[in-house]
């Protein structure tokens, strides 16, 4: 099924609107899902609006919410989210990160008290708008365990960062073996995954999506993963004083509903001007030529801005539109189709 960009955008907005997120960041929010959409990513778009829109209305998220100043000293900001949505929260959050790196070349805001906030990419943009590197970092709930381990630990830890080349390189990607948004997204058409994404207690693969989703996601690349989302938590809940992985309450469990998650998300940001050398933007490009002359392709190449989706249509999975029109009946909206 497709619905237009725009529509999407609209129809969205409007939801989070009705469950009580003030205007401006619930449509910050619709644009951090939908493009996620756009991306090609569904996993991280409009699957899991209904999940917020659950939360909100049971209390595990603060549709009210504000961002906060727990501290700031020089470059470095400490921000409380009062359990609102991650969305607009790491967008201010990366925003601010742009005007204290041209302030003193570099910067990093923490989130703490924060929720999910969808595809990291998206938060890049920012920085890269302004020519300056970003490295954003966030934790959710534990389904990682070490190598060799019978319990979660780490959430899938993901990891993006944005370089001012052109085109812009976009990192972002889990350090679990594949992102959670896609079982979620298999378990949701009632499918399987391979062998690989997923574990039990006692180390045997799960290909059910199902029984996956609440399962152990396997680290990437095994003790590698595990070291770098290990540092993926240190840098977001350990930096910041919020929840733990093993502590989060799991958006994908009903009877987390109720529970806020205390997610917290860390952005470094960095003017590559104020290191001195006006070549820094060149070399940049170089390697992003270099990708490209080699027969690669640069990551993050085909992504569209977040603020420039176009007029285009995006493909929406039959049951997920189903979700999403039985809560726009629910709140006494038009459907989405």
């Not at 493009?35 to 090609?40: I, R, Y």
């Not at 205390?262 to 490009?285: C, K, M, Q, R, W």
Request: aromatic letters at 6%; charged letters at 15%; hydrophobic letters at 45%.
């Amino acid at each position: 099924m497709t619905i237009s960009i725009k529509d999407a955008l609209a129809y969205a907005t409007s939801m989070l609107v009705a469950v009580g997120v003030p205007e401006t960041n619930a449509a910050k929010t619709a644009r951090a899902i939908v493009t996620s959409d756009v991306w090609g990513n569904p996993s991280h778009g409009l699957m899991r609006l209904p999940f917020y829109l659950q939360r909100i209305t049971m209390g595990g998220v603060n549709g009210e919410a504000e961002l906060t100043t727990i501290s700031e000293r020089g470059a470095i900001t400490s921000l409380d989210g009062q359990d609102g949505l991650g969305h607009w929260q790491v967008w201010n959050a990366a925003e601010l990160g742009v005007v204290k790196a041209k302030e003193f070349g570099i910067s990093l805001v923490s989130v703490k008290n924060s929720s999910h906030c969808g595809a990291l990419g998206v938060y890049l943009y920012p920085a890269l708008d302004a020519g300056q590197i970003a490295m954003i970092f966030t934790n959710g709930p534990a389904v990682m365990p070490a190598v060799g381990g019978n319990a979660p630990l780490l959430s899938t830890s993901p990891i993006a960062s944005g370089i001012p080349s052109q085109p812009p390189m976009i990192i972002d990607l889990s350090t679990s073996a594949v992102a959670r948004g896609k079982i979620a997204s298999a378990a949701k058409a009632g499918g399987s995954i391979p062998e690989g994404w997923a574990v039990n207690a006692q180390g045997e693969a799960i290909t059910d999506a199902k029984e996956a989703l609440m399962g152990m996601l396997a680290p990437l690349g095994g003790a590698k993963g595990f070291a770098l989302g290990l540092m993926v938590e240190s840098l977001s809940a350990g930096l910041s004083g919020g929840a733990l992985s093993r502590n989060v309450p799991d958006m994908f469990n009903p009877d987390d509903d109720t529970k806020p998650q205390s997610i917290s998300h860390t952005v470094i940001t960095i003017d590559p001007s104020d290191l001195g050398d006006s070549a820094a933007y060149e070399d940049f490009n170089a390697i992003a030529a270099s990708i490209t002359a080699t027969g690669g392709r640069i990551p993050g190449s085909k992504r569209v801005h977040p603020n420039s989706l176009g007029d285009g249509a995006i493909n929406i999975a039959e049951p997920v539109m189903n979700d999403l029109n039985a809560w726009s009946a629910k709140l006494g909206l038009p459907n989405f189709s």
